[in-house]
């Protein structure tokens, strides 16, 4: 797999795990989290989800500064695991306050600004080198794969914890119940029978007596078993951090190999460039702020600014490159909008309009023995039908069909009628499909290679644009006839607001949204490693780091108008909803396809 790459490709390969663990961890449960600890709506928390995701991408710009001017790479990246495990560390203790769960939250985005985009600088680094150039975009997508199997198991991991931490506690899980649970003791649940029917069926010790006390126990032990599951994410950073504290000499060092002063960057030869680009993004702070928010208005305008400034320090042979990847991010933002909707409405649709129980098949794909006998049956087939494979591989992969098909074939019999599934385990999908999925496009790109009509890096970017539009028509499909969040809310004669809970007839099988993460996943595959391959190659050797960082700044906007998503869950119809992500990436597909033979030109 890494033959004709560095071994410094390996290091970075595995000394990312622990952060997409984490990364992963906080996609599944961070939302639920919120809202079963502390009540929140889905407004509230997903503006909080916003803000910390755009902290962990924005704060980047940062790393990428403090990079490129010390041209320390690697004691960057190194204090910034160091603080991502220290947040991860706080947000793991029970019973914090809202506002020292959210110092947390953000102590682990700055190290993740410090560790993430240099990080990806220096696996560009390796391929500066004319001996790895020719492989370079194969390696990030072998990078990307990497990181992500960390992430696969990560949903599993904070899952099991979180149901071992219930049932320890004579619980069980039932996603709907931490909300009733909420609006039961505010008093502005319209009708307590199904509340009632769901306490007393996972309260293993018996009915229940006393509703309020039950659904004060139940939320403190529903959330201190998503704790828990931060703390499995912190000792999953330690884990990475030993692996790069040990292997990171195989690691390019950037401030041996040049003292030349022009490859710095001067933050301070041209204070004009500064002012003019600070006033440029307060002038797009202020006009957004009075139309949104000031969170999103100081979003945008720093993005505003950062933009001014590269473009007026780049010197006259820098600024065609420099201006092909202003205009890429500037599509990413929508990508990363649309895209990260999955830890968020796409959690709230997991939570409330899928089914609660599947069939034993359908479970196989649910649980962490099953799926692992699932990958191990689908690699066995692979290594088995694949070409030029030795008699020893072929043995090797038949006895892995035998083995894990008799394995599955016990796990699919153990299953009942109706088995329990979490709405957190979805996001085990996209890590999963990419980490099946990377060697087929990669495999798919070398087959157009080789007869001459491999797209070109941006036009493969704009190709992810639109597959991502077909993801979200999915579910478009599956919401059309679904009772919508808007419609569960009701208004009781003293003007006090009241909720139902979504009725089984609006639950649709889960198939609906594993293909739609399928499809997402495939768009990410175009875009997201492509691009970081776009940002190496076109960066001006000066800016690495920084335009790194700039990547990162754009994916951050995009996380901070992920509000679109929660702002409208309660106000437009299910499928209304998606439609303004499909639009979003087709738009952005049709001005990325505009200015193509600019961006073609950059990158030849």
Not at 141 to 148: A, D, K, Q, V
Not at 205 to 230: C, I, Q
Not at 473 to 496: R, T
Request: charged share 15%.
């Amino acid at each position: 797999m890494f033959k004709n790459h560095p071994k410094g490709l390996v290091v970075a390969f595995f000394a990312n795990m622990g952060e997409r663990f984490g990364f992963y961890t906080m996609m599944a449960i961070l939302v639920l989290f919120l809202q079963a600890k502390y009540g929140l709506d889905e407004n509230i928390a997903g503006s909080i989800y916003s803000w910390f995701y755009f902290s962990i991408y924005a704060l980047a710009l940062v790393g990428g500064i403090l990079a490129d001017a010390t041209k320390k790479y690697k004691t960057v990246i190194l204090v910034g695991q160091i603080v991502m495990f220290a947040g991860y560390v706080l947000v793991a203790i029970p019973n914090l306050s809202l506002t020292v769960t959210i110092i947390g939250l953000f102590t682990i985005a700055f190290g993740n600004g410090l560790f993430k985009g240099n990080l990806q600088a220096v696996v560009g680094q390796m391929y500066d080198n004319e001996k790895y150039a020719k492989v370079r975009d194969s390696a990030f997508m072998l990078f990307y794969m990497g990181i992500n199997v960390g992430a696969f198991f990560a949903p599993f991991a904070a899952t099991g914890i979180r149901n071992w931490w219930l049932k320890a506690n004579a619980l069980l899980h039932d996603g709907s119940l931490p909300a009733l649970c909420h609006q039961y003791i505010n008093g502005t649940l319209k009708d307590p029978a199904e509340y009632v029917a769901l306490a007393n069926r996972v309260n293993l010790a018996g009915p229940v007596s006393d509703l309020t006390a039950f659904a004060h126990r139940y939320l403190e032990v529903f959330s201190k078993g998503y704790n828990y599951a931060f703390g499995i994410a912190a000792i999953a950073m330690i884990i990475s951090l030993l692996v790069y504290i040990i292997f990171n000499r195989h690691l390019p060092n950037k401030e041996k190999v040049s003292a030349d002063p022009t490859s710095k960057i001067s933050f301070t030869s041209n204070p004009a460039a500064i002012l003019i680009a600070l006033l440029a993004g307060a002038a797009v702070a202020v006009l957004i702020s009075t139309v949104k928010d000031i969170g999103t208005g100081a979003a945008i305008g720093l993005f505003i600014t950062f933009v001014t400034w590269i473009v007026m320090i780049s010197k006259k042979e820098e600024k065609p490159r420099v201006t092909s990847l202003l205009l890429v991010f500037f599509v990413v933002i929508f990508f990363w909008m649309s895209f990260h909707q999955n830890g968020l409405t796409q959690t709230f649709f997991a939570r409330d309009y899928t089914v609660k129980t599947v069939d034993p098949f359908t479970y196989m794909f649910f649980t962490l023995q099953n799926m692992l006998t699932v990958i191990a049956f689908i690699a066995g087939l692979v290594i088995v039908l694949g070409r030029n494979r030795t008699r020893r591989a072929r043995w090797l992969g038949s006895a892995m069909v035998v083995i894990s098909g008799i394995v599955g074939y016990y796990f699919f019999r153990q299953g009942s009628a109706e088995n329990p599934i979490s709405p957190e385990v979805f996001q085990s999908f996209n890590p999963l499909f990419i980490v099946s999925l990377t060697f087929v496009v990669m495999g798919f790109f070398n087959w157009l290679n080789k007869k001459g009509k491999e797209p070109s890096t941006p036009r493969k970017i704009g190709i992810g644009m639109i597959i991502a539009a077909v993801g979200f028509v999915v579910l478009l499909i599956a919401s059309l006839k679904l009772i919508s969040p808007h419609e569960l809310k009701f208004v009781d004669e003293s003007g006090v607001i009241k909720y139902s809970p979504v009725p089984d007839s609006s639950r649709v099988m889960p198939y609906w949204l594993i293909s739609s993460y399928l499809i997402l996943t495939i768009a990410e595959l175009f875009l997201s490693p492509m691009g970081l391959s776009f940002v190496s190659k076109v960066a001006p050797d000066r800016f690495q780091g920084l335009m790194q960082g700039g990547w990162l700044l754009a994916t951050a906007v995009g996380n901070k108008l992920l509000f679109v998503g929660s702002t409208f869950w309660g106000v437009l119809d299910l499928w209304q909803l998606w439609l303004i992500f499909v639009v979003c990436c087709l738009l952005s597909a049709a001005f990325i396809f505009s200015i193509m033979k600019r961006l073609e030109k950059a990158t030849g």
